[in-house]
């Protein structure tokens, strides 16, 4: 399976701000997605990163909060916008191989 | 999201027995199955897929599907104090191939 790397692994952030996460493969990847869990609960989907055309959310998640860039087969970046501290969180980033989704080491996101 | 849940534990279990962690999803069309194991801090690895109703083996671990009653489970027999952790029921659904999580089954197994 394909080496998938996500930075920052972890972040502390204000109130207000952004956050980029960047996601990365090793090799090329039709399917990227994002993902949430937060403390002590499962993990939840926010959306598809599909290349060359927008993200497909799901419900309860939206562009202006949450943009994705997919700019190629091997990369892709969740901003995280105007934070407040129930956005605190990890972060996960996932691409599907040909026997199941593989995950990166996820970003931890604490809002202050 | 689609609906996939899980029995909501706590499992504990001794060292040596049989572990049973149950899955259903709402989606009949569903085609692939996942079972990911989760420790402390760290992300989901994946333990096995099955796609066809019946049983499938991999080691110590068995996935069983029946797509008629929509249920997914896997036993972990021989359980390890190692084997502590969160199982996690993932199905693939949807048109886009997501993959949904279930809600997760903590098991501890005690030595």
């Known amino acids: 399976s394909a080496v998938i790397s996500q930075k920052p692994s972890r972040d502390i952030c204000q109130r207000g701000t952004s956050l980029t996460i960047q996601c990365q493969v090793d090799?090329?990847?039709?399917?990227m997605f994002w993902y949430r869990q937060q403390p002590g609960q499962s993990l939840t989907l926010i959306a598809t990163?599909?290349?060359?055309?927008?993200?497909?959310?799901e419900s309860g998640f939206v562009i202006d909060k949450f943009p994705i860039s997919r700019p190629n087969l091997t990369f892709s970046t969740l901003t995280v916008s105007n934070m407040s501290p129930e956005d605190s969180s990890i972060y996960l980033c996932?691409?599907?191989?040909?026997?199941?989704?593989?995950f990166g080491q996820g970003t931890r996101l604490t809002v202050v | 999201q689609k609906e996939v849940e899980q029995n909501s534990g706590p499992l504990s279990v001794p060292e040596g027995a049989i572990a049973s962690l149950n899955c259903t999803y709402s989606?009949?069309?569903?085609?692939?199955f996942f079972w990911y194991r989760q420790y402390s801090g760290k992300s989901p690895e994946l333990i096995m897929f099955?796609?066809?109703?019946g049983d499938k083996e991999d080691g110590r671990f068995t996935a069983q599907l029946n797509k008629a009653s929509q249920y997914v489970s896997l036993l972990i027999r021989d359980s390890q104090p190692s084997d502590s952790a969160t199982y996690l029921c993932?199905?693939?659904?949807?048109?886009?191939?997501?993959?949904?999580f279930g809600t997760g089954t903590s098991l501890t197994v005690i030595p």
């Open positions: 990163a599909n290349q060359g055309s927008e993200a497909t959310y």
């Open positions: 989606d009949r069309g569903s085609q692939s």
């Open positions: 996932s691409y599907l191989g040909t026997r199941g989704a593989f």
């Open positions: 090799s090329q990847v039709t399917m």
């Open positions: 993932a199905v693939n659904m949807g048109t886009g191939n997501q993959f949904y």
């Open positions: 099955i796609y066809s109703n």
